[in-house]
């Protein structure tokens, strides 16, 4: 599984941007999206925001909260909105913040018999796209399918949909909440400012190997 993960403001303005792969069953943590893929990752995760606002306004729950939250936990919980979008194989889950800022998540499953392409194929049916792999051969595809079988269809890495997977979400839209409150107390930096500490970007690193 690749993951690209974007904060965005208020004014629908990126604020912070990282992109990393899996870290469960062997996984060495690198993104392994195709070069066409990292271009339109932006465009997807910024298409989402219409769901997030429609979301956020027809519920009276996500509406902006004062400042003291009497049950934060409570109130974190009612915040993740899990999956809002997707886009051919890609899935997008979203965490909403009590300032409005969103946090985004895009998810794209590699399946263990399947390899990310950047190139199509000539005459290639149905057309390729980023978000599209070519097969293997139909012996390796079928003996590797056997193989995964009974692990597919609840394992982080290659389910984006199962509850397995809403949960690490979950637990890394929160560990990742909790380290931005920290960025955006600090009275020399403003809410709708671009992070650019690297320590922020390490713990989100770290959030990501410890839950995705």
């Given at each position: 599984?690749?993951?690209y ?7 629908d ?14 996984g ?6 195709s ?12 298409a ?5 606002d ?11 909260s ?7 936990q ?8 899990k999956?809002?979008?997707?886009f051919?194989?890609?899935h ?8 409005s ?5 895009l ?50 890495p ?42 922020f970007r390490?713990?989100?690193v ?7």
């Open positions: 599984m690749s993951y993960f974007c904060i965005v403001g208020t004014h303005q990126p604020l912070f941007e990282h992109e990393f792969g899996t870290s469960k069953q062997g060495d943590g690198v993104a392994r999206f070069q066409e893929a990292r271009h339109m990752n932006p465009f997807i995760v910024h989402s925001l219409d769901f997030v429609e979301m956020q306004y027809t519920n009276n729950q996500m509406c902006p004062p400042r003291f939250l009497p049950n934060p409570s109130d974190k919980n009612k915040r993740y909105l999956r809002i979008d997707h051919a194989s890609s997008i889950s979203c965490f909403l913040t009590p300032t800022t969103r946090f985004l998540l998810h794209l499953p590699h399946p263990p018999n399947t390899l990310p392409q950047s190139t199509p194929h000539p005459n290639a049916y149905p057309p390729f796209t980023p978000y599209t792999s070519q097969p293997a051969s139909t012996s390796t595809s079928t003996s590797l399918s056997r193989s995964s079988s009974s692990t597919s269809s609840t394992s982080i290659n389910n984006p949909t199962s509850p397995q997977t809403e949960e690490a979400i979950r637990g890394f839209f929160g560990e990742v909440f909790e380290v931005w409150l920290k960025a955006v107390m600090s009275p020399f930096k403003g809410v709708e400012e671009r992070i650019t500490s690297p320590v390490q713990r989100v770290n959030a990501g190997r410890k839950f995705l």
